[in-house]
């Protein structure tokens, strides 16, 4: 009975330190980026915007978590919205369809977040569905840029500003664990 009890409580212990170690080698890392776009002049066409080259600071992030870049075992995107900053009078409510692609120096485009059938209720924030794709290769470098693939249901006349938000979740390995 003792032995059974010892084992037991070994099993809790090792599954509950585990659970701590994880704790541990988890952490988020969360980026900024606005686009604009350009009144239209035509609707259910196509319009592509890139955002400027977005900085990873990946290298001071990871040595911040205790971990290093080759330690990194997988980076998933867990949330990314969308937010008009201007216009004050503006909403989603032009856009029919947004996709968002990532792209960095060497890598292939890859589609990570996109809303096919955009409400029209007058929302000035919208959150995105996003894949769950790997996507370390790209946080790991020292950059990287979004490409937005919109297409309009309505006339604009004012140029709209859109802040992007993206959380990525990182699972790494800690040093000397």
Same mark, same amino acid.
């Given at each position: 009975m003792k032995r059974l009890l010892f084992i037991l409580g070994s099993i809790i212990l090792t599954y509950g330190s585990c659970k701590e170690i994880d704790k541990l080698t988890h952490f988020n890392m969360d980026f900024a980026s606005s686009i604009t776009i350009e009144p239209t002049f035509f609707i259910d066409i196509p319009i592509d915007i890139w955002t400027? =080259?977005?900085p990873t600071n990946s290298e001071t %992030? +990871? @040595?911040n978590n205790d971990t290093r870049t080759d330690l990194v075992e997988k980076i998933v995107l867990t949330q990314m919205n969308? /937010? !008009?900053t201007s216009p004050d009078t503006q909403s989603f409510d +032009? #856009? *029919? %369809?947004i996709e968002i692609y990532i792209d960095a120096?060497? #890598? @292939? @485009?890859? /589609?990570i977040a996109w809303l096919l =059938? !955009?409400?029209q209720t007058g929302l000035k924030t919208i959150n995105l569905e996003i894949t769950n794709d790997d996507l370390k290769d790209y946080i /790991? /470098?020292? @950059?990287y840029k979004l490409r937005t693939h919109t297409v309009t249901r309505q006339l604009i006349s004012k140029s709209t500003d859109i802040e992007i *938000?993206? %959380?990525f979740f990182v699972d790494a390995n800690i040093l000397g664990i």
């Open positions: 400027p =080259d977005i %992030t +990871f @040595e969308m /937010k !008009i +032009f #856009l *029919k %369809t120096d060497g #890598l @292939e @485009e890859k /589609k =059938d !955009i409400p /790991k /470098k020292d @950059e *938000k993206s %959380t």
